[in-house]
Every structure is written in C-alpha cells, then in structure tokens.
C-alpha cells in the first residue's frame, strides 16, 4: 500500500533562514508524482510544487524546491529564507500517473512556525 | 479565474439531517474528487470520479454519497450525517493523469459540523 510519512509533526525556524520538511513516501509504480501544499491557518490548500518521478532534475519554484532522492524514497521540501507568511501546515502527497483509479495519498503535515 | 468553487463554507447541523456539499469546477478537468481532513491524519479520500458518470470509493466513502452527472459540478451528499462526520472537507479537481501530471486544484474547504 502507498504511504507517505512525515515524521516532524512541528518545526520552528528562525526568520530569513532556510528550514527543510521532510517526506518519505512508498511505492512499487515506476510512474509517480510527488507535491508539496501548504495549508495556512485560514484552510485552504495552495499547491506548492511538483516533481515527477522521472525528472531529473529537482523542482524548484522561486524559494521553494525539492530534494528528491528516488533512491531512498524521499522528497524533502527546502523552504529558503523563511518569512512570517510562511507559517503553515505543510503536506506532501504522491500520485501515481494510473487511469483506472486516481489516488492521491497524503502525508499527516508538518506545522511549521516562522519566528521572527 | 480558473477555481474549484465549495459551498458553503461552514456548516452546522443536527445529526440524521440530510446535507449537500456543492462543488464546481470551471477548468473543464476530468477528474474531481472529495476529501476529508482530520488532525493528526492529513487528507483522507471518500469519493473520486473520473468522468461523467463515473465515480468510485476511495479510503473513507462510508455515510457517503456523490454524483457527476455534469463534468463540471461533483456535490457530496450525507444522508444521515453522524457527529463522526464532523471535519473539514475539500473538493479537488485535476487533468486526467495521461493528460498532464499535476496534482489537485482544491476548493476553499467546508467546515461541517454535526452535533
């Protein structure tokens, strides 16, 4: 079964340094997709990033990219140079590319808290 | 704007009355689907559908209902709603994964409450 596992339920870092959440996540499909969403206090989910599990490059968009190690499984999300707005709930989920069903697993979220 | 359109946002009410959950899309996406969030457990999926007419069970569809008759309107429906059923709720909506792999664009979320 598809799991993704986020193991830092709350995080704290300092203003203007950079924090990495971190995702693991399993799966047997060569063919996957992995994101980031953030989830601020007011609810709504705001997709963050994307990387495809044949890229070979990590994604990156603008202070957000991710470390993507197919290898051991993990899809870490590097959030540069904090700022206040970034304090949020921050999930990561993986959806395998398959048309006879649509899945999309999500972690448990990490909280993370932006201190100034 | 291209948007997933929930309503409504809050909802309180008693439990065994029947409620409707709307969602739309205006993005002309294939796939659309429902989830619940509850603390400490991320997003669980009750309901996704592929197309027109045709919809499955994802993790959690018990005391669940939906329809797609319209591509772009997928409501969930509670029959007999439960205090168990007490949690926020997204609507989501994607391409079909064969036809451009990216994940959901969510709807603003439903916050029910059932007492």
């Known amino acids: 079964a598809q799991k993704i596992t986020q193991t830092q339920p709350g995080m704290f870092v300092q203003e203007k340094e950079a924090v990495t959440l971190d995702c693991t996540y399993d799966t047997s499909d060569q063919s996957y997709g992995l994101f980031w969403y953030k989830q601020p206090s007011s609810g709504e989910m705001i997709f963050l990033i994307y990387?495809?599990?044949?890229?070979?490059q990590n994604a990156t968009e603008g202070r957000y990219s991710l470390n993507f190690q197919k290898a051991r499984k993990s899809a870490n999300l590097v959030i540069s140079a904090s700022q206040l707005g970034d304090s949020a709930m921050y999930f990561c989920?993986?959806?395998?590319?398959?048309?006879?069903?649509?899945?999309?697993?999500f972690g448990p979220g990490t909280s993370l808290s932006v201190i100034p | 704007e291209a948007q997933v359109t929930q309503n409504p946002r809050y909802l309180i009410t008693v439990t065994g009355k029947k409620l409707t959950v709307t969602c739309s899309q205006n993005m002309n996406h294939e796939y659309m689907s429902w989830y619940r969030q509850d603390p400490g457990l991320g997003l669980r999926q009750i309901y996704y559908?592929?197309?027109?007419?045709?919809?499955d069970k994802g993790d959690v569809p018990e005391g669940y209902k939906v329809s797609r008759k319209e591509k772009r309107n997928f409501p969930l429906i509670l029959e007999s709603p439960s205090p168990n059923q007490t949690s926020l709720y997204f609507c989501?909506?994607?391409?079909?994964?064969?036809?451009?792999?990216?994940?959901?664009?969510f709807g603003s979320g439903t916050r029910l409450t059932v007492v």
């Open positions: 990387q495809g599990s044949y890229d070979e």
């Open positions: 559908s592929m197309n027109v007419e045709v919809t």
């Open positions: 989501a909506s994607s391409l079909a994964p064969d036809r451009a792999f990216y994940g959901y664009t």
């Open positions: 989920a993986m959806r395998e590319r398959e048309t006879s069903y649509d899945k999309v697993i």
